[in-house]
Structure formats: C-alpha cells, structure tokens
C-alpha cells in the first residue's frame, strides 16, 4: 500500500501531541515529520523530529517535502508577550510553513485555527486568526481543511488561569440550543476529527466547526 508523509508543525503542543500520536498509528502514512523549534524526545520508527528557525521559514531552500501538512501551532497574548509576538506565531510562521511547504510540492493543508476567527472581528486574537484563515485559503493547495475549535479541554504542562475561568462558565452551557456551539472541545477530539477528514477526498477549501468535529 502506498503511504503518505505527513509534515506537523505544533507538534509538542495540546492538540499537536495528540494528533501526532494518531499520525503515527495511522496506516496511511508511512513518515510523520515534526517541525520543532527544540527536540520533544519523541521516539518511533515513523518520526523525523527536524528543528527550525521558525523566523527564517520564509528563506528556506531545503523544506521538507510532505504531502499533508498539520499546522497546530499557536500561542497566547499573555505567553507571546506582545501583540507582535503573537501575531509572529499566529500569523507569520503559518502563513510562511504554507507557502513553503507548497513550493515543496505539498498537496493538502489542515490548519488549526479557532472558533470566533473572522478577519473583522473587534478582538485582536479573532482578527489574526481570521487573516489567516483568508490568506491560506487563496493559497494553491489541492484541498485545505480549516479546523475552528471552541475552548481547548485536554491537560497541559501549565497553568493558564484565563482559559480554566471561560472553561469552568462554557462547561455549564447544555448541549443543546442557541449557546451550545460554545461548548469546549477535548484537544483529542479535534485530533480525531482531523484524521477522519485527511480520509476524504476533497478539492477546495473546507471549514469544520467545532459542533461537527463534536458529532464526527
Ligand atoms: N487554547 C484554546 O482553548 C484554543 C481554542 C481554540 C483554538 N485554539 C488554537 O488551536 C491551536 C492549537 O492550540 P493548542 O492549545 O493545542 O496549542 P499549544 O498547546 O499552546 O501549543 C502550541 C504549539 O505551538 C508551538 N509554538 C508556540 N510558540 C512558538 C514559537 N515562538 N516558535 C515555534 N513554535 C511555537 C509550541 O511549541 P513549543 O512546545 O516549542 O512551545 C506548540 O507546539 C492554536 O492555533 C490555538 O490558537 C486554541
């Protein structure tokens, strides 16, 4: 049978460390490549770990060559530092990883990007989401998925006071009526959804709301 490579970017990350574990379980990909800023120690016959300079995607002359790539990275206001900051991890390193690993010969993109993203929002986060989600679907891919997660469930390493505060009020929200779209998502069901959708064989650009990926 023949097999995919599969290039992930946030893979030490909630929903990137899920998904890699899924990507290397998975048959239909023969290689699973994690671009890293530092080594995870992640140990398989699968995996490459390839460190990068994040700042310096938009040179790059040796990018690997995959055919789907899985961009799960992200930070926050609060750990970037500044709005530039983020912005630079939120924006400018996946828009570069896209273009990259297109001029690679990559045929298909799934990109993690957040429920409220739109390019008009009045919120700062949403809006960079939102350009993102512009810009990379102009980009010339076979098939782009865009994975629009509500508040992230799953344990993490650290303590992030102000998604525990919107988790503990979102988790009251019934899963039913006008609110239940808000409802937070475990990291792995995300993860899961994205291996079920790399199975379809799609043209074009594709959303998934957080409420499908629930029900997938
Ligand atoms: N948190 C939520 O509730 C929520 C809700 C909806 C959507 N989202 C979005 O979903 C995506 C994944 O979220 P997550 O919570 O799984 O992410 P996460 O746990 O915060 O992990 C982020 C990933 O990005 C990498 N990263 C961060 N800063 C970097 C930098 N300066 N240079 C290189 N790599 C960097 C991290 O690598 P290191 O390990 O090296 O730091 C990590 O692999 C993000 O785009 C996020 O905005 C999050």
């Not at 946030?10 to 460390?17: E, P, Q, V």
């Not at 990559?106 to 809006?127: E, H, P, T």
């Not at 469930?153 to 779209?181: D, H, L, M, Y």
Request: overall charge positive; glycine content about 8%; hydrophobic content about 40%.
């Amino acid at each position: 049978m023949e097999t995919k490579t599969a290039i992930i970017a946030g893979a030490s990350g909630l929903i990137g460390r899920s998904l890699t574990q899924q990507l290397l379980k998975s048959n239909d990909y023969g290689q699973v490549i994690a671009l890293v800023r530092k080594p995870m120690g992640l140990q398989h016959d699968k995996l490459s770990e390839v460190t990068v300079d994040f700042d310096g995607l938009e040179n790059i002359q040796d990018f690997p060559k995959g055919d789907d790539i899985f961009c799960c990275l992200g930070s926050t206001m609060k750990k970037a530092g500044s709005k530039e900051a983020f912005y630079k991890v939120d924006f400018t390193y996946p828009y570069e990883l896209a273009k990259a690993a297109l001029s690679a010969g990559a045929d298909r993109f799934f990109l993690v990007s957040a429920m409220g993203a739109k390019l008009k929002s009045r919120y700062f986060y949403n809006r960079v989401k939102g350009e993102l989600e512009d810009k990379i679907s102009f980009l010339n891919y076979r098939t782009i998925y865009i994975f629009k997660p509500a508040l992230l469930r799953g344990k993490r390493g650290e303590s992030r006071p102000g998604e525990s505060f919107a988790k503990a009020i979102t988790t009251i929200i019934p899963f039913f009526g006008p609110w239940k779209k808000y409802h937070p998502i475990h990291a792995d069901k995300v993860a899961d959804s994205m291996m079920k959708v790399a199975q379809q064989e799609d043209k074009g650009c594709y959303f998934y709301q957080s409420e499908i990926m629930r029900k997938m």
